[in-house]
């Protein structure tokens, strides 16, 4: 192997016994068992627990830490985290039952995303959740249901900033958008939210995700508090909550690192003492979503032959692109590169190879590493992508060939 090739950030999370991944404090090859069959899921609670935990430790005590739902929406870890959290950001109605399934209150679940429909609205006024505006349209549809349900809604309105988060896998704000308003628009918008019946909460600025650079980081969060300050003079009443959204990268790709959590933490400590000066009355919240799951879960498959083809082996396993679109390349990169895969039952192996693990799907996308090099496998043996907690089975065509679901467990 050429040494000089990068590596993926050497895998921590997760202890190792007799060579074999363990989870949950169960091997792999008995959690095989336990589920009763491959391909499956499965998040490990302790390793979300540490996450916020890490998160606590490294951000302000006055920033509220937020769970950004749709990175992972299976209910037991939307349970598991209500009772880490202080808020729970939805974007839809379903995402919404899930949330108030939890004891989290209703107040502290948000709701956003372009395109809510009336009903989806008068549900969640109805839950008392708050709403994220993403237009003047659908402000003015608030106010009016609202109204007719004899509820006062509380919204924040969303802002398309008029800047971008740089290095950022997915760019959701900054230049012409879908999501929010525009924040040139904003002064008209909040007068006119002033001769409503609805109560201003605050501001929703969510910039992008995926972004492992820290001074691209830092220098959104401070745009992000200097653009609500500035804006908040249009308020009519006293701004509570400056949601600076998610966007905390993991390391996916050889030679990607993990985000120096504590540098962040320290500028929003400034960016917090900046914010009282000017809104004595607001708090910053994070809503991450990636960064608190993403680490934590794994997909794991067999490997159901070993092919050669003119001197490429290949590993053909029951898993693929139809329950993980995200390690087969095809979820919004551009350059196709490999998630971390290895062998869970032979992590270090006896001798290693390289070779490209693929699925069952009749297309060649159907790829979850390329030429990786790996511990020599075969028939039986178990493949984990790791990195797989956040946007994996629900980001995923599990219809595509109509192969059975996978199953999803938190151990
Ligand atoms: C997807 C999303 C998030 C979470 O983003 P991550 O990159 O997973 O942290 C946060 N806020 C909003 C509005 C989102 O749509």
Same mark, same amino acid.
């Given at each position: 192997?050429?040494?000089?090739?990068?590596?993926?950030?050497?895998?921590?999370?997760?202890?190792?016994?007799?060579?074999?991944?363990?989870?949950?404090?169960?091997?792999?090859?008995?959690?095989?068992?336990?589920?009763? @069959?491959?391909?499956?899921?499965?998040?490990?609670?302790?390793?979300?627990?540490?996450?916020?935990?890490?998160?606590?430790?490294?951000?302000?005590?006055?920033?509220?830490?937020?769970?950004?739902?749709?990175?992972?929406?299976?209910?037991?870890?939307?349970?598991?985290?209500?009772?880490?959290?202080?808020?729970?950001?939805?974007?839809?109605?379903?995402?919404?039952?899930?949330?108030?399934?939890?004891?989290?209150?209703?107040?502290?679940?948000?709701?956003?995303?372009?395109?809510?429909?009336?009903? *989806?609205?008068?549900?969640?006024?109805?839950?008392?959740?708050?709403?994220?505006?993403?237009?003047?349209?659908?402000?003015?549809?608030?106010?009016?249901? @609202?109204?007719?349900?004899?509820?006062?809604?509380?919204?924040?309105?969303?802002?398309?900033?008029?800047?971008?988060?740089?290095?950022?896998?997915?760019?959701?704000?900054?230049?012409?958008?879908?999501?929010?308003?525009?924040? *040139?628009?904003?002064?008209?918008?909040?007068?006119?939210?002033?001769?409503?019946?609805?109560?201003?909460?605050?501001?929703?600025?969510?910039?992008?995700?995926?972004? %492992?650079?820290?001074?691209?980081?830092?220098?959104?969060?401070?745009?992000?508090?200097?653009?609500?300050?500035?804006?908040?003079?249009?308020?009519?009443?006293?701004?509570?909550?400056?949601?600076?959204? @998610?966007?905390?990268?993991?390391?996916?790709?050889?030679? *990607?690192?993990?985000?120096?959590?504590?540098?962040?933490?320290?500028? %929003?400590?400034?960016?917090?003492?900046?914010?009282?000066?000017?809104?004595?009355?607001?708090?910053?919240?994070?809503?991450?979503?990636?960064?608190?799951?993403?680490?934590?879960?794994?997909?794991?498959?067999?490997?159901?032959?070993?092919?050669?083809?003119?001197?490429?082996?290949?590993?053909? $396993?029951?898993?693929g692109l139809h329950?993980h679109l995200a390690a087969s390349g095809n979820f919004?990169q551009?350059?196709r590169?490999?998630?971390?895969?290895?062998?869970?039952?032979?992590?270090?192996?006896? $001798?290693?190879?390289?070779?490209s693990?693929v699925g069952p799907l009749c297309t060649p996308l159907d790829v979850l590493?390329d030429?990786?090099?790996?511990?020599?496998?075969?028939?039986?043996?178990?493949?984990?992508?790791?990195?797989?907690?956040?946007?994996?089975?629900?980001?995923s065509p599990?219809?595509f060939l109509?192969?059975?679901?996978?199953?999803?467990?938190?151990?």
């Amino acid at each position: 192997m050429d040494r000089t090739l990068p590596e993926h950030a050497p895998l921590t999370q997760f202890p190792i016994q007799d060579d074999c991944l363990v989870i949950g404090e169960i091997p792999l090859t008995r959690l095989v068992q336990r589920v009763g @069959g491959t391909p499956f899921y499965a998040y490990g609670r302790q390793q979300i627990t540490e996450r916020v935990v890490l998160l606590r430790r490294s951000l302000p005590a006055g920033v509220l830490l937020h769970y950004a739902m749709k990175a992972n929406p299976m209910p037991a870890v939307v349970q598991h985290l209500a009772g880490l959290v202080d808020g729970i950001d939805v974007a839809s109605i379903g995402e919404m039952k899930i949330a108030l399934d939890t004891p989290i209150s209703p107040g502290s679940v948000s709701f956003a995303g372009p395109g809510k429909k009336e009903h *989806e609205l008068r549900c969640a006024i109805a839950a008392g959740v708050l709403l994220n505006v993403e237009s003047p349209r659908e402000m003015r549809l608030i106010a009016k249901l @609202g109204e007719s349900l004899g509820i006062r809604p509380q919204v924040a309105i969303r802002i398309n900033p008029d800047f971008e988060l740089k290095s950022s896998g997915m760019k959701m704000g900054g230049g012409p958008k879908p999501f929010g308003v525009d924040a *040139e628009s904003l002064p008209d918008l909040l007068k006119e939210v002033g001769r409503l019946d609805l109560e201003l909460i605050g501001f929703h600025i969510f910039s992008g995700s995926q972004n %492992l650079n820290v001074s691209a980081l830092q220098e959104a969060h401070e745009k992000t508090v200097q653009l609500a300050i500035r804006l908040a003079a249009y308020a009519s009443s006293a701004i509570k909550l400056i949601n600076i959204g @998610g966007g905390f990268g993991i390391p996916y790709f050889p030679g *990607e690192r993990p985000l120096n959590l504590p540098a962040i933490g320290e500028h %929003l400590e400034h960016l917090s003492i900046l914010l009282k000066q000017h809104l004595p009355t607001a708090r910053i919240a994070l809503e991450l979503g990636r960064y608190i799951v993403g680490e934590a879960g794994i997909y794991v498959c067999r490997i159901l032959e070993r092919k050669l083809s003119r001197g490429q082996i290949f590993l053909i $396993t029951d898993g693929g692109l139809h329950h993980h679109l995200a390690a087969s390349g095809n979820f919004g990169q551009v350059i196709r590169k490999n998630y971390p895969v290895i062998i869970g039952n032979k992590v270090r192996g006896d $001798t290693r190879e390289v070779v490209s693990v693929v699925g069952p799907l009749c297309t060649p996308l159907d790829v979850l590493a390329d030429q990786l090099p790996i511990a020599k496998a075969g028939e039986g043996d178990l493949v984990v992508v790791l990195q797989s907690g956040a946007y994996g089975f629900t980001a995923s065509p599990q219809s595509f060939l109509n192969h059975p679901l996978p199953i999803e467990v938190l151990v």
